[in-house]
Structures are given as C-alpha cells and as structure tokens.
C-alpha cells in the first residue's frame, strides 16, 4: 500500500467520522434553557438562508461558555465557544461570526486561504490556523479526499447587519501534552485558547 493509498484512506476515514460527530452533535443539542430555543433556531435559518450545506448549517456550536471573542476592523465580532479534542486524533473549533454593525458585512475572499487546490470548494475557513508554541507546530484545516476544507462552507458573501455565521473547523490534534493554542485567522487579532 503506497503512501497516497494511506493518505486517502485517512481523509475518508476523516470525513466518515466529521459526518458521524456531527450527526451525533445535532441529536445531542437540546434547547433546556429559557431563551435558548430562540438563538439556535435564528442561527439555523440564518446559515440556511446563507446556504450553507445540510451536516453544517444544522450544527450549532455550544455556547455555554466562551473560549475567546476578537474583533477585525469592521468591527465583526468572532467568538470561539470550544476547542474539542477527540479521541479520533481531532481537534474541532466551533464558534460564531456576529455583524453587531448597523451594515452588512461582506465576507473577504482571505478567509478561504490562498491554496489553489481548495479554491473550488467555494468560500471557506481554510485560512484558518492553529499554533502549538508548545509543540512548535502549525495546525492547517484538514481536508477530504476531494480536497475540500472540512470547515464552514459555501457560506453567503455577506453577514447582514444584526446577523450571525456559525462555523467549524477541524484540524489535527496536538499532542495531549498540550493544552492551550493559538487560533489565528486573517483580519482578526491571533486569541490563545484552551482545549478540552
């Protein structure tokens, strides 16, 4: 079995088990709290009218507790609810984009990175990164075997005044030796975060 055949089997196999977290994060998000009902279903509509795919426009991140809130120039805010790792080898950031601004915001091309080969999956995080200063690595979102990010996608070109993006991204795991990262993301400030 050469290398390529390894790597391939890996990305199915990465892309089978997103597919299963995911399924098994939108059974398990239940609205127990008052006013909680309202936020995820403006969410969902939001990311269903701003056409994203099925698998992420229905996967709402937790937002019980906060991990880091940045802000970029335009004044979009970019809040981190969590940083999980599984046992799988993954590390899954969820997290919102809000326009709290009284104009529309238009997405920038930057966030989708500058890799030719994803350049066709649409819109994306890709530029998302993470760093291990622990570690001395670099964390880049993974990919499938199409070579689409496994991250938020096919989002709409603007986030309307009022409104809110939700989105993923998963990324190789660093060592359970570390516990914090650095998240950084074109136009907003780099936020170390705390994974569990």
Known sequence: MDNRHVRNVRRVWAAALLASTLAFSVAACGGDGEGEAKAPA??????????????????????????????????????????TRDSGGFLTISGDFKNPGGESFTTPVVWSGQEEAVAGAGPSLAAMTL???????????????????LTTSNYASS???????????????????????????????????EIS
């Open 42 to 83: 403006a969410s969902s509509s939001t990311a269903k009218d701003e056409g994203e795919n099925a698998p992420e426009g229905e996967t709402l991140p937790d937002r019980s507790k906060t991990l880091a809130t940045l802000k970029n120039d335009e004044g979009i805010e970019m809040i981190v609810y969590s940083a």
């Open 131 to 149: 760093v291990d200063s622990v570690g001395k690595k670099r964390y880049y979102v993974l990919r499938d075997t199409d070579n689409r990010p």
């Open 159 to 193: 986030i309307e005044s009022g409104e809110s993006l939700n989105f993923f991204a998963q990324f190789p795991a660093p060592p359970n030796s570390s516990t914090k990262v650095d998240l950084q993301f074109p136009g907003f400030p780099n936020a170390t975060i």
